[in-house]
């Protein structure tokens, strides 16, 4: 089938898209350089009353830190704001086999290398912390306590750190070893009242490769709602041009019943949730970004950006010697799924997977389960494409007999379209009747592409954020969550060449051609469904060029068992092609029941009586003889 000048056009234009997509890596650069972080002076408080920033100390302080390890990560604590400095995430099977480190040191715009607050650290608004020098107070294996005291104020904080114990047949891996629970204790130790209002510091997290996807957002949970805004919330470029702003320095919520807030990346989160949930009163948070550049291999120097957040913590009004203690818990490990789903504390919409997320959800625990049996998370990708496969097939038996028959009427329906051409109208009639004599549904063939829509968005919610796949190889694939590159051609900038998705492409392609084909005769629509059909394997690859490799794998051999499927269904007769019996319409069919109706009450036969107002007796549908049973 030859393809006119506008289409043509078409497959040109995405050729051209494509190609632009292999030779740009896709970095998470923003289109204007953002606003300079806002310092304390700059900020505005958070709530009416004053925050209270202590009064940094005269001289250097001396850092000090501390390292607890769990079966899961390593933590770095620092005295400088009592939190987590760092957390690096150890290989597992719900993080990957990578290990990441999790508020690392980043590098400006200007190349200067800085380190992130601490995870935990008080913020009085946006970009004002606290520089107080805690005291290490106690240590556990599994717990650390700071305490600090503002010489200016008086005001005295305690910070206690302790990792959750796993339940009864958990591990550290399957969540507990990335979740803590913090408790925040402010003492006014003072001579006079105080007004204070605090946030308690995310950390900082941004992209770990270029080809990442997903880009760095704030999250959060809050009026059983779930929610996300990365880097380009902070932007205001209006309608082609008209209404453009600078961009926000930061971005601040009052949320309803929050029950966490913090910020993700593609793999990773921190989120923070207070112990109880305020039901008459909101949560404040703040978002900001900043603008980091870092080395990526063959891309070279890459720029993104980072975001960071501050959880507001209940205000404070204490007296003299006075004291209130806020509880919570802070999660830094894996956006997985599986484990944030074993956390509970609603921490699993922290995925955002979308509308199909109950898809999501199983395909993901359908997976772990086939890798818990097999340890090779490819062969896992291949048994779950299978099985879905599987469930679908009646359908696509179904939709091939209807083409088959759909095709033995082509005869038929072009003798229609010839004798009632001028009549468009009663052609569509004759058209329906057909089908409805001989009983074949014209959109039968289209069951099996509307049932693998909603298949297709949910595996693919599902695969795009599993870090359960990071690090993990297959045959020339050498990371599953990353394209799998093969070869890249040192022109324009670097042109990659990703196999999966060629293979995909060229296995659609084949798919599609020992298909059955539908009866086209003369019909311009079904021409163009065809064509639009044609393109669609260069759109898939388009598409999932640069998606995680694990994503070509899944369609590429989702195709090849639709190839085999094919193949057996050739294999079988030929569907016969009969004319049904007339059924009679809905309105015969009541005027021969109310005949009957009317036959039996000439035959002597007692008819139903009509329902008695008030109830009882039984019911009001059935006859004398029912009742007398």
């Not at 690096?88 to 290398?113: C, M, V, W």
């Not at 309803?256 to 910020?263: H, L, R, S």
């Not at 639009?532 to 260069?538: A, L, N, Q, T």
Request: glycine letters at 8%; one cysteine or more; a positive charge.
């Amino acid at each position: 089938m030859k393809l006119n000048r506008t289409e043509w056009i078409v497959v040109v234009i995405c050729a051209a898209v494509l190609g632009w997509m292999l030779t740009r890596p896709p970095a998470q650069k923003p289109p204007e350089k953002p606003s300079d972080k806002p310092t304390a002076a700059e900020t505005k408080p958070a709530d009416t009353a004053k925050p209270a920033v202590p009064t940094p100390p005269p001289v250097p302080v001396q850092e000090e830190t501390t390292v607890i390890t769990s079966g899961a990560a390593e933590y770095t604590f620092t005295n400088i704001g009592g939190g987590i400095q760092q957390v690096r995430i150890l290989p597992a099977q719900y993080s990957g086999k990578t290990e990441e480190i999790l508020n690392a040191k980043f590098t400006d715009e200007k190349g200067i290398q800085h380190s992130p607050q601490a995870i935990g650290t008080l913020s009085g608004s946006a970009g004002s912390f606290e520089s107080l020098a805690y005291n290490k107070d106690a240590q556990t294996a599994r717990s650390i306590t700071f305490s600090a005291t503002d010489p200016a104020t008086g005001l005295k904080i305690t910070k206690k750190w302790e990792l959750v114990d796993p339940k009864d047949g958990k591990k550290d891996t399957d969540g507990y070893g990335y979740l803590w629970n913090l408790s925040v204790t402010f003492t006014n130790t003072g001579e006079t009242s105080r007004k204070d209002a605090w946030f308690l510091y995310s950390g900082q997290l941004t992209v770990l490769h270029s080809n990442d996807w997903i880009k760095p957002a704030g999250t959060w949970y809050a009026d059983g709602d779930a929610e996300e805004a990365d880097w380009t919330a902070f932007q205001h470029g209006g309608f082609l041009g008209m209404g453009a702003r600078d961009p926000d320095k930061e971005i601040t919520h009052d949320l309803k019943e929050m029950v966490f807030a913090g910020v993700h990346n593609q793999y990773y989160a921190v989120l923070i949730s207070p112990d109880s949930v305020k039901k008459d009163d909101a949560t404040k948070i703040w978002l900001t970004r900043q603008e980091i550049s870092f080395e990526d291999g063959d891309h070279g120097k890459v720029k993104a950006m980072a975001m960071q957040s501050g959880v507001g913590l209940d205000p404070l009004n204490l007296g003299k010697g006075e004291s209130y203690t806020w509880k919570g818990q802070v999660y830094t490990g894996p956006r997985s799924g599986t484990v944030l789903n074993e956390l509970g504390g609603e921490r699993r919409q922290a995925m955002h997977y979308g509308w199909f997320r109950t898809l999501s959800r199983l395909f993901l625990g359908l997976l772990n389960t086939f890798y818990g049996w097999t340890g090779i998370y490819a062969l896992s990708i291949v048994l779950l494409t299978l099985l879905v496969r599987t469930c679908i097939w009646p359908l696509h038996i179904k939709a091939t007999r209807a083409m088959k028959r759909m095709s033995k009427l082509a005869p038929m329906m072009k003798e229609i379209r010839e004798k009632h051409k001028e009549d468009p109208q009663r052609m569509n009639m004759e058209v329906m009747k057909l089908y409805r004599d001989y009983g074949v549904n014209p959109l039968g063939g289209c069951l099996p592409l509307l049932f693998q829509f909603p298949i297709f968005l949910g595996y693919f919610s599902m695969m795009k954020t599993a870090v359960e796949m990071r690090g993990h190889s297959f045959l020339w694939v050498k990371d599953l969550s990353m394209p799998d590159t093969v070869y890249t051609i040192p022109i324009f900038g670097g042109i990659a060449i990703n196999a999966l998705p060629i293979v995909m492409s060229i296995t659609m392609f084949i798919q599609m051609k020992v298909a059955p084909q539908p009866a086209m005769a003369d019909n311009p629509q079904m021409q163009m469904q065809m064509k639009i059909f044609k393109v669609m394997p260069f759109l898939f690859m388009f598409f999932c060029y640069n998606y995680p490799s694990a994503l070509a794998l899944y369609w590429s051999v989702q195709n090849i068992i639709s190839i085999g499927q094919t193949w057996l269904m050739k294999r079988q007769g030929e569907p016969e092609l009969k004319k049904l019996p007339p059924r009679p319409s809905f309105a015969e069919r009541m005027m021969a029941a109310q005949a009957a109706r009317q036959q039996k009450l000439k035959g002597g036969g007692k008819g139903p009586k009509p329902p008695r107002p008030g109830g009882g007796g039984g019911s009001a549908w059935k006859n004398d003889d029912q009742r007398k049973k």
